[in-house]
């Protein structure tokens, strides 16, 4: 089955600073966005079957999923939010092996913990890269999550668009020579594109009234990005509608919060 959308990287169990766990990871949160802008979403991850199957059973009439099994799930454990987040990675699943055999439109390689494969085979007709997971380093003893620099090695063998934090900028030097459209996002602050035939151009972002929750919001963002490129959008037209996404996601709680079509629409343009 050819898929329009197919993330591969950890779906993630994150444990709050309330004690609760609820599903996370990009490849989570980003299928989740694409689905709900009514592409068909596949997720390929790692861990044990039962968990990840009862964390993401509120969402299976959304997505598919492939699972390799593991001895455990990747699981963090986050507090704070934007700049003073903080997290300790509590157990990972391993790396995500061999490399996957894809049908998709859209593959976003969407490591959290250093576990997708540089390669793959098949068919992908636009490949999308969030590399935070390729910069972070877990090896403190208790777990607490460093970034390092992404070494060249690390990167994919092709990327078409990538989209990083401000925060994770000065580790991916790398990335940023390869040519690809890079999407910065700043939290309130304007969202920079760098593209390799161009100045950069910076996009104001949608106001958020009350911000209730902003983990997955850059997931969400990449995810709408992806699409919309893919889709045949600009790059300014595809991060306003990205822009208009996380807007809609930080205005809730939780994956529950990421929006259809119609209300991303309706936020695209409200930015000041």
Known sequence: MRFDYTTVGHVTADVM????????????????????LGKRALIRTRGVAEEIERLLAPFAGELALELQEAPCTTSFQTSGKGRRRSQRVLSWAGPIEPEPLVDTAVLHLAPVARETPAAWSGEASFVGLTPQGLVRDWSEPDGSVVLRPLRASQLPERVDAAVLSVIERACCAALL?????????DEAAPT?????DGDPILLAVPAVQRLRDDIGAGDVFAAAFFVALADGEDASAAAAFANAAAAVRLS??????IGDRASIKARVGNSG
Do not use: I, K, M, N
């Open 252 to 257: 809730g709680e939780g994956p529950d919060a």
């Open 177 to 185: 020579d390869t040519g690809a459209l890079v999407a910065v996002t």
């Open 17 to 36: 600073a309330d004690g609760t766990r609820r599903p996370g990871g990009s490849a989570f949160y980003s299928a989740l966005q694409a689905a709900r």
């Open 192 to 196: 920079e594109l760098l593209a390799p």
